[in-house]
């Protein structure tokens, strides 16, 4: 390989999971709306068919691939048809996740709802990691970005959140490894922290939500758009920089300090 296809940048392609709503559909939306041909893969096939609606004249460079990415044989065949349609890959959005079990005290969570957790935010981001990995490994021109979304949550916890909070905790050390484990080959990966974007998962954060001195208060959140445009700027870094870790948060909320 020469010194100049070593340092070519990977094209303007990307995965992003859980693209069929909030998060993941304003990330899609974003980068479509920028030049990027985007592979979008979530369970629901009409949820991306509503995203990919979003997208106007761009939906031409989208492709929806119905996956649940608990299952290793369903990323694999996710990534092939990315690669197929639109050649060497230059990002993953590792951005599917779900909260199941919050408001549950520890001691009644059952452990089915906390096993549904670890395998849809921490297995299944793994198994997305991993193939992007080997994709990236293996193309020419080598390399691309991972950006993991994490949460505030990764930081400071919830009451009554123990599952999504571990996975999320875990999701920093999945994103450290990958960030270590990449260099050699120009594999880039930082991680977003997301506190309180408003989406269908947040809407209990207006309408009140427990604190931790047992209060039920309303939260302020932010535009999802201001998310969206905070990853595309992680994502357009060449792969000689990389934000590893970034926090995007309404400003109001209580994070900062004691409550």
């Not at 859980?18 to 899609?28: H, Q, T």
């Not at 949460?151 to 875990?170: E, F, G, L, N, Q």
Request: include cysteine; charge should be neutral; aromatic fraction near 6%.
């Amino acid at each position: 390989m020469t010194d100049a296809q070593q340092n070519a940048e990977p094209g303007r392609t990307a995965v992003v999971t859980g693209g069929g709503s909030g998060i993941g559909r304003a990330v899609a939306l974003e980068l479509l709306a920028h030049g990027w041909s985007v592979t979008l893969a979530g369970r629901h096939g009409g949820r991306l068919e509503e995203t990919v609606a979003l997208a106007g004249e761009a939906a031409g460079r989208a492709l929806m691939v119905p996956t649940d990415v608990t299952r290793p044989e369903e990323v694999r065949a996710l990534f092939a048809s990315a690669a197929e349609r639109f050649g060497p890959l230059g990002l993953l959005f590792n951005n599917a996740g779900i909260f199941g079990g919050g408001g549950v005290p520890v001691e009644e969570l059952a452990y089915e709802t906390w096993r549904e957790v670890v395998e849809v935010n921490l297995n299944g981001a793994f198994l997305c990691a991993q193939t992007a990995f080997r994709h990236f490994k293996e193309q020419r021109p080598q390399g691309g970005r991972i950006i993991n979304n994490g949460s505030v949550s990764a930081h400071t916890p919830r009451p009554h959140s123990i599952a999504y909070t571990a996975t999320k905790h875990a999701m920093t050390g999945l994103t450290k490894s990958l960030s270590l484990d990449g260099r050699p080959y120009r594999i880039a990966c930082g991680q977003i922290d997301i506190g309180n974007a408003a989406t269908d998962m947040t809407d209990r954060m207006r309408a009140g939500i427990l604190q931790a001195d047992g209060s039920v208060r309303s939260e302020p959140v932010m535009d999802v758009a201001d998310v969206a445009r905070t990853v595309r700027h992680m994502a357009e870094l060449p792969l000689d920089a990389n934000v590893q870790f970034a926090t995007v948060m309404a400003s109001g909320m209580p994070y900062i300090g004691r409550g």
